[in-house]
């Protein structure tokens, strides 16, 4: 049973460019949550997709942006990169109808790098 | 936002000792939780509290739920080498987590 992946494992992009991350849920999961967590800091809640709709946003700009597809994968997209948004961008996974709110699962993150 | 403060930033102890960290807000939770990050991979959810005052253990780890509903402590008892980490506590509201700055736990030889 394979759990939370996500791709690419690294990247390396440039001031103003764009990037597109994916991430494939734990089977029997339906949600989608992606974080990102600075160098030396705890994951920030980006936004939450489930039924191809986005549920939960947190504070973040619309340059940041996502997308759920039927088979309940994901992409978070950021559009206009800037040197700040070098991260390392968590995608976690749940069944929404287990009620138990905690129990997200994530992958090992993409590391991205702007210069 | 909501901010919870981690505290120690970071630990260095003798493997075998017992290590204590807390997490305060100064916003009541319902549910408090704490995750361990190993380098390259992403949170594991090591506990979760429910209730003020619940005490709940994991093998080594014992977790409780500050009776204020604003805190939260973990306790490691005869720490061994895996136990190397960050260590954060986090809260949920919905289905959004909320994470501490993270205590960062390293063993001496």
């Known amino acids: 049973d394979a759990g939370v992946t996500q791709s690419p494992t690294h990247l390396i992009k440039t001031r103003g460019q764009q990037v597109t991350l994916r991430c494939s849920p734990k089977?029997?999961?339906?949600?989608v949550s992606w974080y990102q967590q600075a160098l030396g800091q705890g994951p920030q809640f980006i936004f939450q997709y489930y039924e191809e709709e986005e549920r939960q946003r947190g504070n973040f700009p619309d340059r940041f942006s996502g997308h759920q597809f039927p088979n309940y994968s994901s992409e978070l997209n950021v559009n206009a990169l800037l040197l700040g948004d070098s991260a390392l961008y968590l995608c976690?996974?749940?069944?929404?109808?287990?009620?138990?709110?905690?129990?997200?699962?994530f992958g090992p993150g993409t590391r991205l790098l702007v210069l | 936002g909501q901010q919870l403060n981690q505290s120690p930033q970071s630990m260095f102890i003798q493997e075998g000792e017992d290590v204590s960290m807390n997490c305060t807000s100064s916003s009541i939770f319902n549910t408090w939780l704490w995750y361990k990050q190993d380098p390259g991979e992403g949170p594991v959810l090591l506990i979760a509290?429910?209730?003020?005052?619940e005490l709940t253990s994991n093998g080594r780890l014992t977790a409780q739920f500050g009776i204020t509903r604003k805190d939260s402590f973990l306790n490691i008892s005869a720490s061994i080498p895996s136990d190397v980490g960050i260590y954060f506590c986090a809260t949920a509201a919905g289905e959004k987590l909320t994470f501490g700055t993270g205590t960062r736990l390293t063993i001496i030889p």
């Open positions: 976690a996974s749940s069944f929404l109808a287990s009620g138990s709110q905690e129990t997200q699962y």
């Open positions: 089977s029997g999961h339906d949600t």
């Open positions: 509290l429910y209730k003020a005052g």
